[in-house]
């Protein structure tokens, strides 16, 4: 497809200095970070620790200091227009307006492509319908978005935020409504297209499990603040998930994967 | 249902020629009832020739009579044709309203539109200044100013403390202004009650047209009013996700919030300076063409101007004509048709379906 960004050359994804500040409190700060296209940032932290606030400033839906650097262009001196072309975001919670067809919400992921009329081409709803085509949404076109089960919602947001084209795919705790299976499909959706297109994906996690499982790296958010990144096993450990979560847990490794099993400190039932 | 389909694929929500079509359809046998009809009994068939007869290069012989033909183009095509943009306006601004608002319950007199035109045309008349109809009569040019006066305070106040991404303040100033304004107008109609009658004729809205003047006073501002509201149905569309999903999605939504507001408040401050009050036109037009089109305000916005103004020409007709040679007033006949209709989309709605 010609339209797919394919060729873009691998663009370097930098965040300097990231500061979001909510009625004078700093619920990110001083956060840098840099990826590759291509790559999994898996942002690990407990609540309020400020993983969805970070994914909102890149997003620009909240106002933030510092730069967001891809392939040195700066997007805080970009239009909304132009910064929606190079980023999206899957909501955590997105607003699903009533009476609306699954292909009229994913056209509106080409908002930032359309002139004045924001009347979608000919070569918009081509795109659209492949990528429909590709994420299985072919047979639910016509249906309400509100109508659909909770993995099929989901992937007609992520369609939605893909058909920007973006460099950057932001996605915040995509999986937190999701069953196993669906949560399962929905990660190994979004790493398909990661390999096929280069995206680079930046994603919030509560499940740390998944987070190790999908992330080439990682980030550990404490109060606004980047406490630890690097490999996801690097990252992950007793003492960490102890020490920030407050939890106790032992850590299954099992080569590139890990998996985190709560422990009971005495269980009561033996 | 649907937004009509080709080539057995799925298609997008778009004005399709056939839409339009059947939309123009609807309005022009609206036009044309209006016209065959009337407090003053004219047999239609020869309106019919008379309508024939002012095609170029077709002449026939009518056989109206000179007053006949009079009534037909100097009376009731004037109305016609006003009740035709009154109508178009008050549902295009109110289905503009609910995009903007993402709100099915918003109404074009929402943000104090009509508090402030009552005020004005109750200064006005009170005053005397107004004395009849007519392009250079007080009344209208007070309405039209009381309105935009309200809206304005409206939106200043309500705009400075919602910075944020939130309408709920400036829905709550339209509130308070609207509250303002009608006790102010409450106080003044108390005090010079002689002209309470005129003053609630008024309010209850009416059409009554002398000659053309009406139309041209409106025109101006209708057509501006209705080219932004129709640029801006795609941009309604996006806003439907919220404002922050519509951010990361490049639109500006503070400023579509504004055009929007803005052409909207223009249009129902214009309808109201010649028509008065008329109730629920701007609420039930736009459910209407909602229930047979779906929510997509490409569709929405601008079938809701035509079927708005078939809608006000055919209530007007049964206005003039359920209890002629009285004339109901219009605000009173939309809204015993309207509001068991509004009921119905509300149950409608608390079942979830819209």
Same mark, same amino acid.
């Given at each position: 497809?010609?339209?797919?960004?394919?060729?873009?050359?691998?663009?370097?994804?930098?965040?300097?200095?990231?500061?979001?500040?909510?009625?004078?409190?700093?619920?990110?700060?001083?956060?840098?970070?840099?990826?590759?296209?291509?790559?999994?940032?898996?942002?690990?932290?407990?609540?309020?620790?400020?993983?969805?606030?970070?994914?909102?400033?890149?997003?620009?839906?909240?106002?933030?200091?510092?730069?967001?650097?891809?392939?040195?262009?700066?997007?805080?001196?970009?239009?909304?227009?132009?910064?929606?072309?190079?980023?999206?975001?899957?909501?955590?919670?997105?607003?699903?307006?009533?009476?609306?067809?699954?292909?009229?919400?994913?056209?509106?992921?080409?908002?930032?492509?359309?002139?004045?009329?924001?009347?979608?081409?000919?070569?918009?709803?081509?795109?659209?319908?492949?990528?429909?085509?590709?994420?299985?949404?072919?047979?639910?076109?016509?249906?309400?978005?509100?109508?659909?089960?909770?993995?099929?919602?989901?992937?007609?947001?992520?369609?939605?935020?893909?058909?920007?084209?973006?460099?950057?795919?932001?996605?915040?705790?995509?999986?937190?409504?999701?069953?196993?299976?669906?949560?399962?499909?929905?990660?190994?959706?979004?790493?398909?297209?990661?390999?096929?297109?280069?995206?680079?994906?930046?994603?919030?996690?509560?499940?740390?499990?998944?987070?190790?499982?999908?992330?080439?790296?990682?980030?550990?958010?404490?109060?606004?603040?980047?406490?630890?990144?690097?490999?996801?096993?690097?990252?992950?450990?007793?003492?960490?998930?102890?020490?920030?979560?407050?939890?106790?847990?032992?850590?299954?490794?099992?080569?590139?994967?890990?998996?985190?099993?709560?422990?009971?400190?005495?269980?009561?039932?033996? | 249902?649907?937004?009509?389909?080709?080539?057995?694929?799925?298609?997008?929500?778009?004005?399709?020629?056939?839409?339009?079509?059947?939309?123009?359809?609807?309005?022009?046998?609206?036009?044309?009832?209006?016209?065959?009809?009337?407090?003053?009994?004219?047999?239609?068939?020869?309106?019919?020739?008379?309508?024939?007869?002012?095609?170029?290069?077709?002449?026939?012989?009518?056989?109206?009579?000179?007053?006949?033909?009079?009534?037909?183009?100097?009376?009731?095509?004037?109305? +016609?044709?006003?009740?035709?943009?009154?109508?178009?306006?008050?549902?295009?601004?109110?289905?503009?309203?609910?995009?903007?608002?993402?709100?099915?319950?918003?109404?074009?007199?929402?943000?104090?539109?009509?508090?402030?035109?009552?005020?004005?045309?109750?200064?006005?008349?009170?005053?005397?200044?107004?004395?009849?109809?007519?392009?250079?009569?007080?009344?209208?040019?007070?309405?039209?100013?009381?309105?935009?006066?309200?809206?304005?305070?409206?939106?200043?106040?309500?705009?400075?403390?919602?910075?944020?991404?939130?309408?709920?303040?400036?829905?709550?100033?339209?509130?308070?202004?609207?509250?303002?304004?009608?006790?102010?107008?409450?106080?003044?109609?108390?005090?010079?009650?002689?002209?309470?009658?005129?003053?609630?004729?008024?309010?209850?809205?009416?059409?009554?047209?002398?000659?053309?003047?009406?139309?041209?006073?409106?025109?101006?501002?209708?057509?501006?009013?209705?080219?932004?509201?129709?640029?801006?149905?795609?941009?309604?569309?996006?806003?439907?996700?919220?404002?922050?999903?519509?951010?990361?999605?490049?639109?500006?939504?503070?400023?579509?919030?504004?055009?929007?507001?803005?052409?909207?408040?223009?249009?129902?401050?214009?309808?109201?300076?010649?028509?008065?009050?008329?109730?629920?036109?701007?609420?039930?037009?736009?459910?209407?063409?909602?229930?047979?089109?779906?929510?997509?305000?490409?569709?929405?916005?601008?079938?809701?101007?035509?079927?708005?103004?078939?809608?006000?020409?055919?209530?007007?007709?049964?206005?003039?004509?359920?209890?002629?040679?009285?004339?109901?007033?219009?605000?009173?006949?939309?809204?015993?048709?309207?509001?068991?209709?509004?009921?119905?989309?509300?149950?409608?709605?608390?079942?979830?379906? +819209?």
């Amino acid at each position: 497809m010609e339209l797919s960004n394919v060729e873009t050359p691998l663009a370097a994804i930098d965040i300097e200095s990231v500061t979001v500040a909510l009625g004078g409190q700093k619920v990110v700060n001083s956060v840098s970070l840099s990826i590759k296209s291509g790559e999994w940032l898996s942002i690990i932290g407990p609540n309020g620790s400020g993983k969805s606030s970070l994914l909102r400033a890149m997003a620009g839906i909240v106002t933030s200091t510092g730069r967001i650097l891809i392939g040195g262009t700066d997007l805080s001196q970009l239009a909304p227009k132009q910064r929606a072309q190079m980023i999206s975001i899957v909501p955590q919670i997105p607003v699903v307006p009533p009476r609306v067809h699954v292909l009229d919400y994913v056209l509106l992921g080409r908002t930032p492509y359309l002139g004045r009329g924001f009347q979608p081409t000919k070569e918009d709803l081509q795109y659209v319908l492949s990528v429909m085509d590709d994420l299985d949404l072919d047979n639910v076109a016509e249906r309400y978005v509100t109508e659909l089960s909770g993995g099929e919602r989901q992937r007609v947001i992520i369609a939605r935020a893909l058909v920007q084209q973006p460099q950057i795919l932001l996605l915040d705790e995509p999986t937190t409504a999701l069953d196993l299976g669906h949560q399962q499909e929905v990660l190994e959706l979004v790493d398909k297209q990661r390999q096929s297109l280069g995206l680079a994906v930046i994603s919030a996690f509560h499940d740390l499990t998944l987070a190790s499982q999908y992330g080439t790296s990682m980030a550990l958010l404490v109060d606004g603040m980047v406490t630890k990144s690097g490999k996801p096993s690097e990252v992950i450990t007793e003492e960490s998930l102890k020490e920030i979560y407050g939890a106790n847990v032992s850590i299954n490794r099992d080569g590139n994967t890990l998996s985190v099993v709560p422990k009971r400190q005495e269980d009561s039932r033996n | 249902m649907n937004s009509g389909l080709n080539n057995g694929g799925a298609a997008p929500a778009q004005l399709t020629p056939k839409l339009v079509a059947g939309a123009f359809l609807i309005l022009l046998c609206s036009i044309l009832l209006s016209l065959l009809f009337g407090p003053v009994s004219i047999r239609p068939d020869r309106i019919f020739l008379e309508i024939f007869d002012r095609i170029p290069w077709i002449s026939v012989d009518s056989g109206l009579s000179k007053v006949e033909a009079a009534i037909v183009w100097d009376v009731r095509l004037p109305r +016609i044709v006003l009740g035709l943009i009154v109508g178009g306006l008050l549902a295009m601004a109110g289905a503009s309203y609910q995009g903007v608002f993402r709100n099915p319950l918003a109404d074009p007199y929402l943000l104090g539109v009509a508090a402030g035109a009552g005020l004005g045309a109750t200064v006005a008349i009170v005053s005397g200044a107004s004395n009849g109809t007519g392009m250079f009569d007080a009344l209208p040019i007070a309405a039209f100013l009381g309105s935009a006066i309200a809206v304005g305070i409206t939106l200043a106040v309500g705009g400075a403390v919602s910075r944020s991404t939130s309408t709920a303040s400036l829905l709550l100033a339209g509130v308070a202004v609207a509250s303002l304004f009608t006790a102010i107008q409450t106080y003044i109609q108390q005090r010079e009650s002689a002209t309470l009658r005129q003053v609630y004729s008024w309010i209850l809205g009416r059409l009554s047209t002398s000659g053309w003047d009406e139309v041209l006073l409106i025109l101006p501002y209708a057509l501006v009013s209705v080219s932004i509201m129709y640029a801006m149905k795609g941009a309604l569309d996006v806003l439907a996700v919220g404002e922050e999903e519509a951010l990361s999605l490049g639109l500006r939504p503070e400023r579509v919030r504004w055009v929007v507001i803005a052409a909207a408040s223009l249009a129902s401050a214009s309808a109201v300076a010649v028509s008065g009050l008329i109730a629920f036109v701007g609420i039930i037009v736009p459910h209407a063409v909602r229930l047979v089109v779906g929510a997509s305000n490409r569709l929405v916005v601008p079938l809701s101007f035509l079927i708005g103004a078939a809608f006000l020409m055919l209530t007007d007709l049964l206005a003039r004509t359920l209890q002629s040679p009285a004339e109901l007033p219009i605000g009173v006949v939309t809204a015993f048709f309207g509001a068991p209709f509004f009921l119905f989309v509300l149950r409608r709605r608390s079942d979830g379906v +819209i």
